[in-house]
């Protein structure tokens, strides 16, 4: 560990074998060991997500529009591609971001403003009603911004109870919510009954497709049972899509898309002309942003394109299917739902002799880094394209582990903050 800043410098060369070398304390993603946190498919792929990004390392995004009109263009075409992809009417709007986590609070702090606006006078506490299974990037938002988040309890399949979160709803809340999926269990709320309910009582409704927003529209086209979530579903106000998940771009790339990009004039932020060097404006939270994710997302995009995209999530969805087959196939386990509806899941024990913890426990000790559930008590897997090669060696462990665990009793407990 360095405790001051060197004399003097280092050889590239020395440290990028450094830095390879510090590779080796990480978890051995390459080889499928994570659910979750990264999202690659070949070398390739990795050359153009970084190499692009290395190429504007050093441009700021602050000054697109002024400046440097490259990453501008870049943007118009990422906006072009995601309205199509998302079946964005013709007006809609496009804010890019860092990540999931800023395109919902982005979300949330232009509905809070909108709110607002349309309700002059008004001086009640807000709200924002969610299913249970919202990611907490929601109530991280939602305390910086002063809402409540009310987390309503989810249906039998873990998707949002429709009627429980209108009889939440008051004139207080300035959103309802959906996932498509959601993180914990892969499951799309109903967005299309969702939506129903926001053009009744003239609610603004997000869904939240920063998960699955780069992989639906291919599953959906290779067969899989997605139901529609996007833009094309009435009712709908905004929806985010995390171009650094499925998109495969590097990270620091996520996009809010609004039905009506009028909306975006509640987004932006200005500060007026009492500070000395004038007005200043920021489309979103970030000041200085950076270039190279912009460049990255287009990049990517761009070389994968349809074609590419159906072969990133066939491997992907493939390796899903295997897991979820082989799980089911062993005795004692059972996957929650969905099947086939995302690439994430959860499996927990039917058989009272094997404890599903401890099997998590035994896992890890055989070098996976398991995701744990607990409400109910279950695995989690998020999956990607490097899991296709692992999914006979994780279920043989997995099979092993449920062996072991209903041979000795062995029994575990939930650990939390994994994966
Ligand atoms: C459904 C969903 N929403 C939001 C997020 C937050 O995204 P980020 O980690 O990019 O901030 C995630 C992250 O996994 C997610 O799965």
Same mark, same amino acid.
């Given at each position: ?88 009417? *013709?007006?809609? $709007?496009?804010?890019?971001? !860092? ?7 982005? #979300?949330? =702090?232009? &509905? ?119 833009? *094309?579903?009435? $009712?709908?106000?905004?929806? !985010? ?7 495969? #771009?590097? =990270?620091? &790339? ?166």
């Amino acid at each position: 560990m360095l405790t001051t800043l060197p004399s003097t410098g280092t050889d590239w060369e020395t440290l990028r074998s450094e830095l390879i070398e510090m590779k080796k304390l990480d978890v051995d993603w390459r080889r499928g060991r994570l659910p979750a946190y990264i999202y690659y498919y070949d070398e390739n792929l990795r050359q153009v997500q970084s190499e692009a990004y290395a190429l504007y390392g050093v441009e700021n995004a602050l000054g697109a529009g002024k400046v440097f009109k490259s990453l501008t263009a870049m943007l118009a075409d990422i906006g072009g591609m995601a309205f199509d992809l998302f079946h964005a009417p *013709a007006g809609a $709007g496009m804010s890019f971001t !860092s990540g999931g986590t800023e395109s919902l609070f982005e #979300a949330i =702090k232009t &509905a809070r403003k909108f709110f607002r606006i349309k309700h002059p006078g008004h001086s009640g506490p807000l709200n924002l009603v969610a299913p249970m299974t919202a990611h907490p990037a929601v109530n991280k938002a939602g305390e910086i911004l002063d809402v409540d988040i009310r987390r309503i309890e989810v249906g039998p399949e873990h998707r949002a109870d429709v009627d429980a979160m209108a009889a939440a709803v008051d004139g207080n809340t300035i959103m309802i919510f959906g996932s498509a999926p959601c993180f914990t269990f892969g499951v799309f709320d109903p967005i299309a009954a969702l939506g129903r309910l926001a053009l009744e009582r003239g609610l603004w409704l997000h869904v939240d497709g920063c998960w699955g927003g780069f992989i639906s529209p291919f599953a959906k086209r290779l067969g899989y049972p997605i139901p529609d979530w996007d833009l *094309a579903v009435p $009712g709908v106000t905004s929806m !985010s899509a995390d171009i650094h998940k499925f998109g495969f #771009a590097s =990270k620091g &790339a996520s996009l809010l898309v609004f039905r009506d990009e009028a909306m975006k004039a509640y987004e932006r932020f200005e500060y007026g002309s009492s500070w000395a060097k004038g007005t200043y404006v920021t489309p979103t939270f970030l000041g200085s942003r950076p270039a190279g994710a912009i460049a990255s997302a287009w990049a990517v995009m761009r070389y994968l394109g349809w074609e590419g995209y159906m072969a990133t999530t066939k491997a992907t969805m493939d390796a899903t299917m295997g897991f979820i087959r082989g799980i089911d196939a062993i005795p004692g386990l059972r996957c929650l739902r969905p099947n086939g509806e995302s690439n994430l899941f959860g499996f927990v024990s039917n058989d009272p002799a094997v404890d599903i913890m401890a099997v998590a426990d035994l896992l890890d000790k055989k070098g996976w880094a398991t995701g744990r559930l607990h409400r109910p008590l279950g695995i989690q897997q998020g999956v990607n394209p490097v899991h296709l090669p692992i999914v006979g060696e994780y279920l043989d462990d997995v099979r092993e582990a449920v062996e072991q665990v209903r041979a000795s009793g062995q029994t575990g407990a939930f650990k939390d903050g994994t994966y």
